[in-house]
């Protein structure tokens, strides 16, 4: 009797750790491959504890999450003949656990290999411009090269972006030498079209005070209130040009017509000599010993030359 209540009891013990053994629980975000002696379930195991039949089941567990992937830094030059780096990003998950299990050996490691080759291919077939601004439009050519292998593999591609593009130092100089030059010409349009603005204003407004005298006096009190606005010592006062002439041409009129000026002597010609009036009340004695008379023999004055050199 106590023979075969210890045989129970082994039978017990061993049936429970069997039970034990083949207990698996299976997270939410993941899916459980069961395979038979050797053979794949077609359906996977849901999320739960799950039973497999001791020494017969082995299960496999695939992750269903999104996987980001960071894609290493490639090398490569543009369709424009320009070297750069680029590195990307990917997002990617699986959508049939049995066919990335088995159709492939490690699924992850193929996404990369596949997402380095696509993204060096692209590089090559794209400009430098659609790299830095069209970008739109390699994610989604990347997306199509990487969704036809992942597709038999069962992964789903989310989306795949270009993070980070890297220049050569002589390009970035460049593109830098460009934009400014660019602004530079901006910045020259809109002044020149600003000054031609102006000068349709002032335009306009030169014949609003021809037409207007009294706009020009209330113009010029104007100004003059805004130079006094600033508390200097100096007051500048604007002086019209228009009224120096008035009275430049009042001035010429008045010399015309005073009686018994002397005309001014023609341009070019030099003016009359005084007449010599005779000193006749002159005394004759004192004509004559004011003058001296020379003898005829003295000889003139001589003042040697000073090119000769002296001996």
């Keep these: 009797m106590e023979v075969v209540v210890v045989v129970l009891v082994v039978a017990a013990v061993v049936g429970l750790i069997s039970v034990l053994?083949?207990?698996?629980?299976?997270?939410?975000?993941?899916?459980?491959v069961v395979y038979?002696?050797?053979?794949?379930?077609?359906?996977?195991?849901?999320?739960?504890?799950?039973?497999?039949?001791?020494?017969?089941?082995?299960?496999?567990?695939?992750?269903?999450?999104?996987?980001?992937?960071?894609?290493?830094?490639?090398?490569?030059?543009?369709?424009?003949?320009?070297?750069?780096?680029?590195?990307?990003?990917?997002?990617?998950?699986?959508?049939?656990?049995?066919?990335?299990?088995?159709?492939?050996?490690?699924?992850?490691?193929?996404?990369?290999?596949?997402?380095?080759?696509?993204?060096?291919?692209?590089?090559?077939?794209?400009?430098?411009?659609?790299?830095?601004?069209?970008?739109?439009?390699?994610?989604?050519?990347l997306e199509l090269m990487l969704s036809t292998p992942a597709t038999g593999w069962g992964v789903h591609i989310d989306r795949v972006e270009i993070k980070d593009v890297?220049?050569?130092?002589?390009?970035?100089?460049?593109?830098?030498?460009?934009?400014?030059?660019?602004?530079?010409?901006?910045?020259?349009?809109?002044?020149?079209?600003?000054?031609?603005?102006?000068?349709?204003?002032?335009?306009?407004?030169?014949r609003t005070m021809d037409a207007n005298p009294a706009a020009l006096q209330l113009r010029m009190l104007q100004t003059v209130v805004e130079v006094a606005a600033e508390k200097n010592s100096t007051l500048v006062l604007p002086f019209p040009v228009e009224l120096l002439r008035f009275f430049d041409r009042a001035a010429q009129g008045s010399g015309a017509a005073a009686p018994g000026a002397p005309e001014a002597p023609p341009a070019g010609q030099q003016p009359a000599?005084?007449?010599?009036?005779?000193?006749?009340?002159?005394?004759?004695?004192?004509?004559?010993?004011?003058?001296?008379e020379l003898p005829e023999s003295a000889s003139p004055l001589q003042i040697p030359d000073p090119r000769t050199s002296e001996e």
């Design 166 to 206: 890297a220049l050569p130092e002589s390009m970035k100089r460049s593109m830098a030498r460009q934009a400014e030059a660019d602004r530079e010409r901006r910045a020259r349009i809109i002044t020149a079209d600003g000054e031609l603005q102006a000068s349709h204003k002032l335009s306009e407004a030169a």
């Design 36 to 141: 038979r002696f050797g053979r794949v379930n077609a359906l996977p195991k849901e999320p739960g504890p799950r039973l497999l039949v001791p020494f017969m089941d082995r299960m496999t567990k695939v992750n269903m999450q999104v996987v980001t992937m960071p894609v290493p830094s490639q090398e490569g030059i543009t369709r424009d003949n320009v070297s750069v780096r680029v590195d990307a990003v990917l997002y990617f998950r699986v959508v049939d656990p049995v066919r990335a299990t088995v159709d492939v050996q490690n699924y992850q490691f193929a996404m990369l290999q596949v997402a380095q080759t696509s993204l060096r291919s692209i590089i090559g077939k794209s400009d430098l411009d659609d790299l830095l601004s069209g970008r739109e439009k390699l994610h989604e050519g």
């Design 21 to 32: 053994s083949g207990l698996r629980v299976v997270k939410q975000y993941e899916r459980g």
């Design 273 to 292: 000599a005084a007449p010599q009036v005779a000193a006749a009340d002159e005394p004759a004695e004192v004509g004559q010993a004011g003058r001296t």
